[in-house]
């Protein structure tokens, strides 16, 4: 089979980081290539240099045979590379057609009508469903990201790279995605798909490259691959891919939410009327699309959300939970001052979660700094939680003192996770909690939740892959449209009837 890229030594630092090293790969003509490896083994950064992102150091690169330098994404796509990134590049007050036209170097009058024959012509080519006409704001996740596959495909891409491509799709749009590039592969279309998600990758590529730590540890042919081998290349070593799930031993209720409903500043109803408990001793589950209301329910419970007046948010204190405690209207520093140990890794881990310049000491005590007494600060308790979270989840960081910031996002996402569990709560939120991390760290933090649980902590988990709700939680609370569609006994339900609450496809339905 023909090359469509060759990768030849490519090596890619960042001061005293290396990011790539030595590099050699290739990606043939009329495939799907999956690449894997752990948090900052340089994936996304080796796909950056195909996208005129970043520059190699030293190295060759091929494409159809003929050695490029690839200084910028114009050169990509005159060299029909088309990246889509995991955070996609639109602009939400136009449409679809709108956003295909930005950019495009037509001569003469343009012609809005020509682009969108030539798009619903790629959409009947693939089986895309989009339409053009429609605002980008209006959109699904799903919607956009189709958008995104149509921009490059118009622009001439028969080389595409998909960065985590599913990550917050259903089971049903993501068979529908898989469906679209099984028909781009049998039009000799290349396409490489970045993910974690193992059994994604093998269903859909034809091989696999895996890296580790900025290196090419081997290629291997889909169809004889599993899990376990390709999870033992990426970290070097077995690494058991079960989470130990137990039934919850004597619950009690700590929190109670009733007829919860939040309006925006646009005065939307983000939430309406939901109504749930959550249990100590136990994992409850969260799905949903990205934005049907999981980010503001989670803040709500945190008091960083104002909530209508009819809602209702309690926490149940004492060893019999029989102790009412209200939580609505109050700040998150007065919730920890009556006692209530709630720990919170929300969805924006540096817009909210840390302060990126800051070193992961400085975010340590960003939980602790008010608990000293005087005006001199003690760093080594929050130093040594830092250590302790840096060995125990495999952060990867020149020191304790290098900005958060500069760190990969699965790195970031550690340490936040790492401060979070480390403060002893009694309430664990976490809003999608492993997103970003390699298959290995996210077991680690699987295994950590349930050891949170088994300590009678009320754990909520905000989730996107679907498989890991049904084997991690006790019960799934399905959100669409800010209402609650059902709440699921994880053991007994499936990935399907999930998919489908989440869609509104189904009726309602209660544990």
């Known amino acids: 089979m023909e090359n469509a890229i060759e990768l030849r030594g490519v090596t890619k630092t960042f001061g005293l980081i290396t990011a790539n090293k030595n590099v050699s790969m290739d990606i043939r003509r009329g495939e799907i290539l999956a690449l894997l490896g752990e948090n900052g083994s340089g994936k996304t950064t080796l796909m950056n240099m195909l996208g005129g992102i970043y520059f190699p150091d030293r190295g060759e690169i091929f494409v159809k045979g003929k050695q490029v330098e690839i200084t910028s994404p114009k050169d990509s796509y005159h060299l029909g590379i088309g990246m889509v990134h995991q955070h996609f590049k639109l602009v939400d007050v136009f449409t679809a057609a709108e956003n295909i036209a930005l950019g495009l170097e037509e001569k003469g009058r343009f012609n809005l009508n020509a682009v969108k024959a030539k798009a619903r012509d790629i959409c009947d080519r693939y089986g895309f469903d989009l339409n053009l006409d429609q605002k980008v704001y209006n959109m699904s996740v799903s919607q956009k990201q189709t958008l995104e596959i149509v921009k490059v495909l118009y622009r001439g891409a028969d080389i595409l790279i998909l960065d985590e491509p599913t990550a917050v799709l259903t089971p049903q749009e993501t068979d529908k995605l898989f469906a679209v590039i099984r028909n781009m592969r049998a039009d000799d279309k290349s396409v490489v798909i970045i993910t974690h998600k193992l059994k994604e990758v093998l269903e859909i590529s034809d091989r696999v490259t895996i890296l580790r730590k900025g290196e090419v540890i081997g290629t291997v042919n889909t169809k004889e691959a599993t899990e376990s081998s390709l999870t033992e290349m990426m970290v070097g070593e077995k690494v058991e891919l079960n989470i130990n799930r137990i039934p ?25 009327d939901v109504s749930f408990d959550v249990m100590g001793g136990e994992i409850f589950g969260i799905a949903g699309i990205s934005g049907n209301g999981q980010k503001e329910l989670l803040e709500a419970i945190a008091g960083l959300q104002k909530c209508e007046p009819d809602s209702s948010i309690k926490y149940f204190a004492g060893e019999k939970a029989d102790q009412e405690m209200n939580l609505l209207g109050m700040t998150p520093k007065a919730i920890r001052d009556m006692g209530i140990g709630m720990a919170f890794v929300p969805e924006d881990r540096l817009g909210m979660g840390l302060v ?32 302790m979270i840096r060995k125990k989840l495999g952060v990867v960081t020149p020191g304790l003192s ?22 002893n709560p009694t309430v664990l939120m976490t809003a999608y909690a492993v997103r970003g991390l390699d298959i290995n760290t996210s077991y680690t933090i699987y295994n950590l939740l349930n050891d949170e649980k088994k300590k009678g902590v009320a754990v909520i988990y905000v989730g996107e892959e679907l498989d890991v709700l049904l084997e991690l939680c006790d019960r799934i609370l399905v959100l669409c449209g800010g209402r609650v569609n059902g709440i699921l006994d994880a053991r007994k339900t499936t990935k399907e009837e999930v998919g489908l609450l989440m869609t509104n496809l189904q009726e309602r339905r209660q544990a």
Do not use: C, F
Not at 255 to 264: F, G
Not at 365 to 372: F, I, S
């Open 402 to 423: 290098t900005p958060v910031s500069r760190l990969s996002g699965g790195n970031v996402q550690k340490v936040l996770v790492g401060r979070e569990l480390a403060s």
């Open 356 to 387: 990126g310049s800051m070193d992961m000491v400085d975010n340590m005590m960003l939980k602790t700094y008010d608990n000293g007494r005087g005006i001199v600060v003690d760093r080594s308790i929050p130093r040594r939680r830092a250590e």
């Open 248 to 272: 919850p031993v004597n619950p009690k209720k700590r929190i109670e939410v009733k007829h919860l409903t939040i309006v925006d500043e646009q005065n939307v109803r983000v939430l309406e």
